[in-house]
């Protein structure tokens, strides 16, 4: 069973920075399509940002020019760059991936943005 791992997680001032990766296992093959998604207490589960196979990304409108997508396909491993943090970055955060087997999560890495 493949599995995806996040790290990277912590607790930071607002202005500050952190950067979070994605591991997938071995036995996840050929991912199409990365994303990380949030979580916050007492929302729903909300895009973040995502990057297909070919680089092409996507952002929420939210985190549009602090967020950067990135990911090095040979590792199966994405990244999430977070610059300018804020409160409101504050939640849980998940990695998604997708291949021709279906949708894979991890369990998520906590943010927490406050001074």
């Known amino acids: 069973q493949g599995q995806l791992v996040e790290s990277g997680g912590d607790l930071v001032q607002p202005g500050g920075s952190l950067r979070l990766s994605c591991a997938a296992s071995g036995s996840i093959f050929r991912i199409s399509g990365m994303g990380w998604y949030r979580q916050a207490p007492g929302k729903l589960r909300e895009l973040v940002a995502t990057?297909?196979?070919?680089?092409?990304?996507n952002y929420a409108d939210s985190v549009k020019g602090r967020f950067t997508i990135s990911r090095d396909s040979a590792k199966n491993t994405a990244y999430l760059q977070m610059n300018s943090l804020k409160p409101e970055d504050t939640a849980v955060y998940y990695c998604?991936?997708?291949?021709?087997?279906?949708?894979?999560w991890g369990r998520g890495t906590q943010v927490t943005v406050s001074s």
């Open positions: 990057i297909t196979s070919r680089g092409s990304t």
């Open positions: 998604n991936a997708d291949n021709y087997r279906g949708q894979y």
